[in-house]
């Protein structure tokens, strides 16, 4: 008596084959999405940690100039009115 049928043998093989061919499919798949959000990515221009954290310094720096600016500004009309 056969313990295993031919017919079982070549579905396995076609299932096995399949299997493969679906994994290669998902890869493809993968790689080609990888690239078009790279691509979209670049195109919306980005900008990189680094450079948002120099802007963010350099407006909180502006800021804080802005202020004491705005205080002597505030001292010097005091002294002005104070003399009128």
Sequence with gaps: MQTQSPFFDE???IMT???GAADGVRREAETVFRSQLQ???ADFEFVTREEFEAVRDM???A?????AL???IEALE???GKTS
């Design 70 to 72: 705005k205080a002597r």
């Design 17 to 19: 084959e399949a299997a």
């Design 78 to 80: 005091a002294a002005i």
């Design 39 to 41: 691509r979209l990515a």
């Design 59 to 61: 407006a909180r720096a």
């Design 63 to 67: 800021r804080e100039e802005n202020e």
């Design 11 to 13: 579905l396995a093989k």
